[in-house]
């Protein structure tokens, strides 16, 4: 059973910064992506940052602003600082990873809610 447990999330003023943090854990064989995206409401849930052994992307929106980055095999942190209303939504931590077979997961979500 494989689980995504995302933390630091929350209020921020415009023009500050947040750090999310996901753990995965389980029977994990590798982990071949991990990112996250964001939903605000009324609006589809969109790719705000992924990164994979030797490569990283970012949505065009928060380039320069926030770094996805990795501790160890099985963390990430998403830096997220320059933060705008925009920004508000909640985020998602996603990973295509491997235990027995391939597959992606999701965690529960973490909202992050910027006040101008």
């Known amino acids: 059973q494989v689980q995504l447990v995302e933390s630091g999330g929350g209020l921020v003023q415009a023009g500050g910064s947040l750090r999310l943090s996901c753990v995965a854990s389980?029977?994990?064989?590798?982990?071949?992506?991990m990112g996250w995206y964001r939903q605000a409401p009324g609006k589809q849930r969109e790719l705000v940052a992924a990164?994979?052994?030797?490569?990283t992307n970012y949505a065009d929106s928060v380039k320069g602003r926030f770094t996805i980055s990795r501790e160890g095999k099985n963390t990430r942190y998403l830096q997220m600082n320059s933060l705008k209303p925009e920004d508000t939504a909640v985020y998602y931590c996603?990973?295509?990873?491997?235990?027995?077979?391939?597959?992606?997961?999701w965690g529960q979500g973490t909202q992050v809610t910027v006040s101008s």
């Open positions: 996603n990973a295509d990873l491997t235990t027995t077979r391939r597959n992606v997961y």
């Open positions: 389980g029977n994990i064989f590798s982990i071949n992506a």
């Open positions: 990164i994979t052994r030797d490569k």
